[in-house]
């Protein structure tokens, strides 16, 4: 199966559409579900703080909509962009009367159907874990961009699959000498290196303006999923608490598990 191929089919109605979409609409004490959310309140959070009335913003593998949802009450210019139908179709269900003066948009990270310099901001939650090219997928919201326009790009940590999965950690260990040398072996909705993120923002001449982590995640075994819920959220907080006290934001910021970087052209 190519690679789009994999991207449509991972987030259709017969696999996890529905799943993101309940995600966010539901209070599910999952801590994934959780993270998620903060990640989408931080980003509304920051573009209200950051952007006018009337200034254009484009989310960029939109999904269910859950950041169109929160914006739509103010006064912006709005523009949704997915991939998948399916995450299309529950974004105009989730929008109700306000999807009438939204655009949702199929499209793909790679390839924005917009015009060059039309967007205030980019919102891409996400997305970049889908795309086949990083560089690419920044290089055209580089592009949709207006100048010293914002960019608000989240991904999932590759460290963090490490520490909050033994077996994981210790296969990766094990294996490193057969590594060396070889480039990662790429798949669909991987977590993401931070090193390589900052390669590819540098060789798309963004500026990095700042940098947010959220939670670690659910306790795995063997990338299996032992502990979650309640539990695994206070061993979340537990954790952020101890590095944030004992001086060692640096070791959070390098292991959490969602980041999101805001980046200015």
């Known amino acids: 199966m190519q690679w789009k191929d994999q991207a449509q089919d991972r987030f259709s109605d017969e696999k996890d559409a529905t799943k993101w979409s309940n995600i966010y609409t539901t209070d599910n004490p999952n801590v994934d579900a959780l993270n998620f959310r903060k990640r989408r309140d931080f980003t509304v959070d920051y573009v209200l703080k950051h952007l006018p009335e009337g200034a254009s913003i484009l989310d960029l593998g939109c999904g269910a909509g859950p950041v169109l949802v929160k914006l739509c009450e103010y006064n912006y210019n709005l523009i949704g962009i997915d991939y998948s139908d399916d995450m299309l179709r529950l974004a105009r269900q989730q929008l109700g009367p306000a999807a009438e003066k939204i655009p949702l948009l199929q499209g793909e990270c790679e390839h924005i159907p917009l015009p060059d310099a039309s967007n205030d ?14 560089e690419a997928a920044l290089t055209e919201i580089y592009r949709v961009l207006k100048p010293g326009g914002f960019a608000i790009v989240s991904y999932r940590n590759t460290l963090n699959d490490l520490l909050m999965d033994p077996v994981a950690l210790i296969k990766h260990i094990i294996t490193f000498p057969f590594r060396i040398g070889k480039a990662p072996r790429k798949t669909i909705g991987r977590s993401i290196p931070r090193k390589e993120v900052l390669e590819n923002i540098v060789k798309t001449d963004f500026t990095l303006l700042t940098e947010h982590q959220i939670g670690f995640g659910s306790i795995r075994f063997n990338r299996k999923v032992i502990i979650d819920g309640k539990l695994a959220i206070r061993i979340n907080n ?5 590095l944030k006290n004992i001086g060692l934001r640096w070791l959070y910021k390098a292991t959490a598990d969602v980041h999101i970087m805001v980046l200015q052209k």
């Open 238 to 242: 537990l954790l952020h608490g101890l």
């Open 121 to 134: 901001c980019v919102v891409c939650l996400g997305v970049i874990s889908y795309a086949e090219s990083i």
